[in-house]
């Protein structure tokens, strides 16, 4: 017993339903008999019935009862253990019931232990369909009243009964041995459906037998393995080679290599194949073929093992054939990604982008302008017309002296005008046959020479001087010299009406130039001011805005061309005596200033600037305000956001073109404007679009119609 108790605290917390243990080696044995074994089998299945409820089932409770009472009032317990883990043969020495008693009945009691003689089910099993019994007890204990306790039942002969046959193993009841009996008395006992709390929840206390058994030495095969080590116990194999470990021994086992695939139907019976690869079909696996591929070199040699390649092709003499390469050039780039797969180019460079790496592409295309290099006149830069100004078979696009006048481009004070001499009588770097202004230095960059130039250093191609003493508006800040020079007895701004601003160049009181009078269409809806038939927007001469208030212009919906707005009457041509860039026009129009309040093919967008602004004007206040906060934001300057176009705004705004004059001034260059650097001043179509787009981020605003 104290054994027992010893083997059992060792063993509580095993998790399999079965362990085994050695735990003797009999020294003095005879040679027929082999090492003595020691199990501890726990319980398949346990319940208890009640015969006050028939038909009840308890199988799945962690408690099973034994009860006494007089009447139909008795509860008996039911447990049952798979003995197939033992050897048919052996002998039992010892067998010992264990059941562990959670609450003992409140009395001493004698629970006597019965072999069942039938099939019970543990989640079925009730009263009424309990199986029967045998007539005799096989042993009793007595319970005693302590709690917490292992009774012990010995069942040795049963457990030898059902080894050897003579008993079908069904387990066995746990009854009183007075359960007809008052009063009531009743024990619990922990089952193997162990949950919660205490002794019969954490899964140590389980219904258990301990059992000693001895087992006779069979070698069924005679090959000197006993059968009960034997790996194929009906095969002869001392050897007991197992390729495929899994303890069945090859000569018995019908996948030696455990593969999954019959020995009868694998291609490589003693390697290990389930995908049973055989790239040359001839029966046997690759992993077992000596030639792969069949292509007469064996796989040792072969550099492409399950590809066949008799000739053995290596391009990069990588060791790995051709036709089994990733990498066949052995540049460093896979060959799906390779524009030339045989020939190595690891900078991949495809100079006409047809696809075909430069390495390896004998028609050679650099700047993809449908004109092989071969005859191309500049072959790095596109120039489909192959224009050659100069005639010496270098295109203009790539030559680098343009006018072929012998100085070079980057020091040709002229690029695209031969001039020798290189004369330059101002020093602006620009030649006297191409510069606008010979006569001297352009500061501003106004197109007037600075010696002629009424405000050098401020842009004003009009020149204008309203009152004449020879300095230009721009820069005769006659609002805020301390003067009277309208002499109307009022000084400089605020106190000259005069004057709207203090960088206000003229202090006569103007009559203002209303919308609704003066001879634009500045809505852009083909009708012009007020009068008959005149614009509907327009309620009087005075009204400072052509836009009708009741229809209001629909905002253009983005990535919908415009519709084509309505020419009553057909657009004026400018005047060719004057220059277009920012100048009048003798029609009233000016080269750079938009006579509606749109964007011609504008997106909508919160923070577009949509109206024409320029000097002398009657701009809107907050319109100019407006760009007045983008020039401080979006290009650095810091000008005051005053609402009124004067000479420092105009200044920014003139910077602002120069500085992008591809997009703003040179589309004007074809009809008449003197020089893409040569700015205007005027908030106009491009000006306008331009910052549009830089405000709307995002936003493509398309080129809207010139002039």
Not at 5 to 19: D, E, M, P
Not at 207 to 224: A, E, I, R
Not at 479 to 496: K, T, V
Request: contains cysteine; negative net charge.
């Amino acid at each position: 017993m104290l054994f027992t108790n010893i083997l059992r605290g060792q063993l509580k917390k095993a998790v399999a339903t079965f362990s085994v243990v050695t735990l003797l080696v009999s020294l003095c044995a005879p040679l027929a008999v082999a090492v003595t074994p020691t199990a501890i089998i726990y319980s398949i299945k346990d319940s208890y019935v009640k015969a006050e409820n028939g038909d009840g089932n308890y199988g799945t409770e962690k408690i099973m009862k034994v009860r006494n009472k007089s009447g139909a009032n008795q509860w008996r317990s039911l447990v049952a253990f798979d003995l197939s883990s033992i050897p048919s043969g052996s002998t039992v020495t010892s067998a010992q019931l264990e059941i562990y008693l959670d609450k003992a009945p409140n009395d001493l009691r004698t629970y006597q232990l019965y072999r069942i003689t039938g099939t019970w089910v543990e989640g079925t099993v009730t009263w009424d369909n309990q199986p029967g019994m045998s007539a005799l007890s096989t042993n009793s204990v007595s319970t005693g009243t302590t709690d917490d306790v292992w009774k012990e039942w010995d069942v040795t002969a049963d457990i030898q009964a059902f080894v050897d046959g003579t008993y079908s193993n069904y387990g066995w009841f746990i009854k009183d041995g007075n359960e007809n009996e008052n009063p009531t008395k009743t024990g619990e006992f922990c089952t193997k459906d162990f949950s919660g709390s205490g002794d019969c929840g954490d899964g140590l206390h389980k219904p258990q037998l301990v059992l000693y058994y001895t087992t006779p030495v069979v070698d069924t095969d005679q090959d000197g393995v006993p059968d009960s080590s034997d790996n194929c116990p009906l095969n002869a194999n001392p050897g007991q080679e197992d390729m495929d470990g899994d303890g069945q021994g090859d000569v018995c086992d019908s996948d030696r290599d455990g593969d999954g695939i019959p020995n009868s139907t694998d291609n490589c019976v003693d390697v290990v194949n389930p995908a049973q690869e055989d790239a040359d079909s001839d029966g046997a696996g690759d992993v077992c073929d000596p030639d792969d591929d069949n292509d007469g070199i064996l796989d040792t040699s072969d550099n492409c093992p399950v590809d066949a390649n008799p000739n053995q092709e290596d391009v990069d003499s990588d060791g790995i054939g051709d036709v089994c390469d990733a990498d066949i050039d052995g540049d460093g780039v896979l060959n799906d990604s390779d524009n030339c797969v045989y020939v190595s180019n690891s900078d991949q460079v495809d100079v006409d982008q047809d696809g075909i790496g430069d390495a390896c592409d004998s028609n050679i295309d650099t700047d993809a302008d449908g004109i092989p290099d071969t005859t191309d006149n500049c072959p790095l830069t596109p120039n489909q017309d192959q224009a050659d100004m100069d005639q010496d078979n270098i295109g203009d696009v790539c030559d680098n002296d343009s006018d072929n006048d012998t100085i070079l481009d980057d020091v040709d004070n002229c690029v695209y005008a031969p001039n020798l001499d290189q004369a330059d009588t101002d020093s602006d770097g620009i030649g006297n046959v191409c510069d606008p202004t010979p006569d001297g230095p352009d500061t501003d960059q106004d197109g007037v020479a600075d010696m002629s130039d009424n405000c050098p250093s401020i842009f004003n191609t009009d020149q204008a001087d309203a009152d004449r003493d020879g300095v230009g508006d721009v820069c005769d800040l006659v609002c805020a010299d301390g003067l009277d020079n309208d002499q109307d007895a009022l000084i400089d701004y605020p106190a000259d009406p005069g004057c709207t601003s203090s960088e206000d160049s003229d202090e006569t009181n103007l009559a203002p130039v209303y919308q609704c009078s003066d001879d634009i269409d500045n809505d852009q809806d083909g009708w012009t001011d007020f009068g008959d038939p005149g614009d509907p927007g327009c309620s009087s001469p005075t009204d400072d805005s052509e836009l009708d208030e009741q229809t209001p212009t629909p905002t253009p919906t983005p990535e919908v061309s415009p519709t084509p707005e309505p020419t009553p009457t057909p657009s004026p041509t400018p005047d060719p005596g004057y220059p277009i860039g920012g100048t009048f026009m003798s029609t009233g129009q000016v080269a750079g200033a938009s006579t509606g309040g749109q964007v011609l093919g504008a997106q909508t967008c919160d923070a577009e600037l949509d109206e024409y602004i320029m000097a002398g004007r009657s701009n809107n206040p907050a319109k100019v305000r407006r760009l007045q906060e983008f020039l401080n934001q979006y290009e650095g300057e810091n000008i005051p956001v005053t609402g009124v176009y004067g000479p420092l705004t105009q200044a920014a705004v003139s910077r602002f073109q120069v500085k992008y004059h591809s997009e703003i001034l040179l589309p004007w260059v074809s009809y008449g404007h003197l020089s893409e650097y040569l700015p205007t001043g005027h908030v106009y179509k491009t000006t306008q679009r331009w910052i549009n787009m830089i405000l709307c981020s995002g936003t493509d605003i398309p080129m809207p119609q010139l002039p």
